[in-house]
């Protein structure tokens, strides 16, 4: 999270209240991976943008109308700090028991990059 910068990091704390306030306990933990867990996101002022990648972890599957509502709320977000929030949810179960080869890979790739942002207590 050091490539982020303040404003950026206020951003992605307001999304994981966002996205606790309408997910409630179901919401287990908010991880954010890719460039910006790595600290190697694009320069803000560069004309390729980095954006900001979390993992939504939940209890249980994310209806698909909660999922976009959550994305919905990215928007006003990005046109305060310029830089896109990209959720992705997994559901405990889709994360520890992967059902396709896509979702494995996916997995994989994006395990050594995850850092906690969020979880209950924290």
């Known amino acids: 999270m050091e490539a982020m ?3 950026e990091r206020d951003c992605l704390r307001r999304f994981c209240e966002l ?3 309408r997910l409630g306990d179901d919401l287990r933990e908010v991880r954010l991976f890719g460039s910006a867990a790595r600290g190697d996101m694009w320069p803000a002022h560069s004309p390729m943008h980095s954006d900001i990648d ?20 990215t928007y006003p977000l990005y046109l305060e700090c310029g830089r896109q929030i990209s959720p992705h949810f997994f559901s405990d179960r889709r994360l520890t028991a992967a059902e396709d080869e896509r979702t494995r890979e996916f997995l994989r790739r994006v395990e050594g990059d995850c850092v906690t942002v969020w979880r209950p207590g924290r």
């Not at 979390?54 to 709320?73: C, F, K, S």
Request: net charge negative; glycine share 4%.
């Open 19 to 21: 996205a606790r306030a």
């Open 5 to 7: 910068n303040e404003l």
């Open 54 to 73: 979390v993992l939504l972890i939940t209890r249980g599957q994310v209806p698909d109308d909660e999922q976009d509502e959550l994305l919905n709320q």
